[in-house]
């Protein structure tokens, strides 16, 4: 099991930057993908971007492409989400998590590990 806490979270203005991180512990890390999932008020968690254990593939969801990259390093048990050109539309709570398993799922079920969460709020 990995245990997992994200940080990061803040608010800024539209069109502006954070980078959310998550940090595990546990020594199957290195071995599971990574991903981030949000979660605004009154709607279901969703699917925001996920990388593989080894960081070769990653995959966005529509609505963040272009403007969020995830990253991890093995090294240290690190993931992270760098957020740009941050639109309101983007404020929710954001959770990293992590998958055992090898394909690429976006499915929040999939994940079994869950950090607590880090709230972004985009103002216009």
């Known amino acids: 099991q990995v245990r997992l806490v994200d940080s990061g979270g803040g608010s800024v203005q539209a069109g502006g930057s954070l980078r959310l991180s998550c940090a595990a512990s546990g020594r199957t890390f290195s071995s599971r993908a990574m991903g981030w999932f949000r979660q605004a008020p009154g709607k279901e968690r969703e699917f925001v971007a996920r990388?593989?254990?080894?960081?070769?593939?990653?995959k966005y969801a529509d609505s963040v492409k272009g403007r969020f990259t995830i990253s991890r390093d093995n090294a240290k048990n690190m993931a992270a989400l760098q957020m740009n050109s941050l639109k309101p539309e983007d404020t929710a709570v954001y959770y990293c998590?992590?998958?055992?398993?090898?394909?690429?799922?976006?499915?929040?079920?999939?994940?079994?590990?869950w950090g607590q969460g880090t709230q972004v709020t985009v103002s216009s």
């Open positions: 990388i593989s254990w080894s960081g070769s593939v990653t």
């Open positions: 998590a992590s998958s055992p398993l090898t394909r690429e799922t976006t499915n929040a079920a999939d994940f079994g590990s």
